[in-house]
């Protein structure tokens, strides 16, 4: 999860062209929805794409088609859309906070909402959890919906940690909110966590990570080279850590924040303490 800068492309000027170009299959059918798409797409950015306040007009289901086929494979008046795809590929996925992309998602569905469907504010870079998702959108209960790494500004906060019970060398591994249910954007970052993050593959990443940290600290933290004498400076060091990995990936919610964030956790960092401060220990020896 990530919020991520809105595309500066002028989807406007570029859906003229699209629907002037004589080489498409597309033309002359896409010229009677320039008007039409055009309110669509200014209305969606002044209610941020939000689902429920978004203008969905119906459009044919052959002018839907060959939307989706300009999508799949942009010609070149769409070329912004091929660029969005390659030049977020090594970052953060946006949508569950693993850590890479390589695909885009349609935020609002491109079967539900097919006149979205070459809009770049439509568009958000995302890995695999893209296809795990499918068309999931809103929840059943008021406020439930997925977020917008376009809009929604919670996404820069820390809204997720690792949590680890039964610590040891195969601890269990959860999720858990950082937030309180009285925060503004609580149902909605809920339901995203749950029907996003969860079903990605974040729970086996962070147990993989926390299977190398308990055989040899040092290759997840560095400083834990070294052994430390009290609680107050593990903390520190895995603060200084957290605030380093947000900052090389641009944000609170990747899933190496968050795996911090779960060492960070009171019961984790008392255990860890006690370990690397233990009388006599090898440096860098595992933590069991
Ligand atoms: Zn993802």
């Known amino acids: 999860m990530n919020k991520v800068p809105l595309p500066q492309y002028d989807d406007s000027t570029a859906f003229d062209n699209l629907s002037n170009n004589k080489r498409l299959g597309s033309y002359p059918q896409l010229q009677p929805l320039v008007g039409t798409v055009k309110a669509s797409y200014a209305q969606y950015l002044a209610v941020n794409g939000e689902p429920t306040l978004v203008h969905n007009p119906q459009i044919g289901v052959a002018e839907a088609k060959f939307l989706r086929g300009h999508y799949s494979s942009p010609p070149a ?19 569950c906070g693993s850590m890479h992309s390589g695909t885009l998602d349609h935020y609002l569905p491109k079967n539900g909402y097919p006149i979205f469907s070459v809009l770049s504010k439509n568009l958000v870079p995302a890995c695999k959890c893209n296809s795990k998702r499918s068309e999931t959108l809103l929840g059943t209960n008021p406020g439930e919906r997925i977020l917008h790494p376009y809009f929604d500004n919670c996404l820069a906060e820390r809204l997720i940690r690792a949590n680890f019970e039964d610590l040891g060398e195969v601890p269990r591994v959860s999720l858990a909110l950082m937030i309180p249910n009285s925060h503004p954007d609580y149902m909605a970052i809920s339901f995203h966590v749950r029907e996003i993050v969860e079903k990605s593959a974040i729970r086996k990443y962070l147990a993989d990570k926390w299977s190398l940290l308990f055989i040899k600290p040092s290759l997840v933290v560095r400083a834990f080279a070294e052994n430390f004498a009290t609680l107050n400076q593990v903390q520190s060091i ?6 380093a ?17 779960g060492l960070l956790d009171a019961p984790v960092l008392t255990w860890l303490t006690q370990i690397l401060s233990a009388p006599g220990r090898v440096p860098d020896s595992s933590l069991g």
Do not use: Q
């Open 245 to 261: 990995l947000d900052a090389t990936h641009y944000g609170k919610n990747n899933w190496n924040s968050i795996f911090v964030s």
């Open 238 to 243: 895995l603060e200084k850590e957290r605030d």
């Open 77 to 95: 008046d769409l070329g912004h859309i091929t660029k969005m795809r390659e030049s977020t590929e090594h970052l953060v996925c946006p949508m």
